[in-house]
């Protein structure tokens, strides 16, 4: 009996120290259990306030944010309007000195009934009548020279206020006239701008890029000019003049624009019909041969129909 109880004391014993361990792990677990929860706490806690911080930089960043597009709207607005201002500045003075350069060389911006009225049409410069619409050969060449350096006078000054860059160039040597296409250089050939002393299929040429000159100021200046009216020299000065009543700037798309519809060739035929009342093929062929050293004309279309052909400055 004794052994038997002692038996059962030691296993008593055994499970008593058993439950004790179990319940000091126990214990260690809540310990630790406690310690988690209370550091779960303190992360959400600090997530909250890492949250709450990151919602003000976002709403100051915003706010921030909006502050500065608004002050850039505000600038770029003043940048327009300041830019608007000095083009609308600029605009008047042009019209101011376009005025000027009209009165000095005598082209008539309205009607007039002086006594060069009924001369041409009314379009002179200088005092010069500009020659009809035909008949040019019975002009004297002196005076077609006069007409076409005054002509060229007062491109080259509307030219320089409107800050136009030309198709053609044109340049002086010594007391001649010369002009060439603006987009070649080294093997740019020229076309003379003077009657006197000059072949007539050249100086056809050169007259008629001066009148496309003429033209393509018009363009830039608003002016759309029907093409047979390309001829028109003094006139076409006249309407780019007007034509700077047209803002600078437009709110209409640059790409809406048609481009510059007017051929060169077509000026180069209403000039010939300048100096020759019907077809003339001879005249025809030697301006062709002019054109094609200027390269002004398609080399392929060398022996086809005149009237066929497809003229372009290439």
């Known amino acids: ?7 059962r004391s030691s296993r008593l014993e055994a499970r008593r120290q058993r439950i004790a361990r ?20 303190t992360k959400a806690d600090t997530s909250e306030q890492r949250q709450a911080q ?8 915003s706010v921030q944010l909006a502050r500065h597009v608004r002050a850039e709207e505000d600038a770029q607005a003043q940048k327009l309007a300041a830019f608007q201002r000095l083009l609308e500045a600029l605009r008047k003075d042009r019209e101011i000195l376009c005025d000027a350069l009209c009165g000095v060389v005598g082209l008539q911006l309205e009607a007039s009934e002086d006594e060069f009225a009924v001369l041409a049409d009314g379009v002179c410069l200088f005092g010069l009548p500009w020659p009809g ?12 020279d006069a007409c076409v350096g005054h002509c060229v006078h007062v491109l080259s000054v509307l030219a320089h206020y409107y800050h136009a860059s030309l198709p053609f160039r044109i340049v002086k040597r010594g007391a001649q006239l010369l002009i060439r296409p603006h987009w070649r250089a080294a093997d740019a050939g020229e076309a003379p701008l003077s009657a006197v002393d000059t072949e007539l299929p050249a100086f056809i040429v050169g ?22 009216r390309a001829t028109h020299a003094v006139e076409n000065l006249r ?12 709110a209409e798309p640059a790409g809406n624009r048609s481009a510059f519809a007017i051929d060169v060739y077509d000026i180069v035929t209403q000039t010939m019909q300048l100096y020759s009342d019907g077809p003339d093929l001879e005249l025809r ?30």
């Open 133 to 144: 619409a035909e008949g040019w050969d019975k002009y004297p060449r002196e005076y077609i």
């Open 207 to 228: 007259l008629a890029m001066l009148f496309y000159n003429i033209a393509y100021l018009c363009y830039c200046q608003g002016v759309e000019l029907p093409p047979e």
């Open 1 to 7: 009996m004794q052994q038997l109880y002692e038996y």
């Open 239 to 250: 309407l780019a003049v007007l034509g700077t009543s047209i803002p600078l700037t437009s």
């Open 22 to 41: 179990l319940r000091q792990q126990i214990a260690q677990r809540q310990q630790q259990v406690t310690a988690a929860q209370q550091t779960l706490r």
């Open 54 to 61: 990151l919602r003000e930089l976002e709403q100051d960043i």
């Open 285 to 314: 062929q030697q301006v062709h041969s002019v054109l094609r050293s200027l390269h002004l004309c398609d080399d392929a279309v060398d022996s086809v129909d005149y009237d066929d052909e497809n003229w372009a400055i290439i």
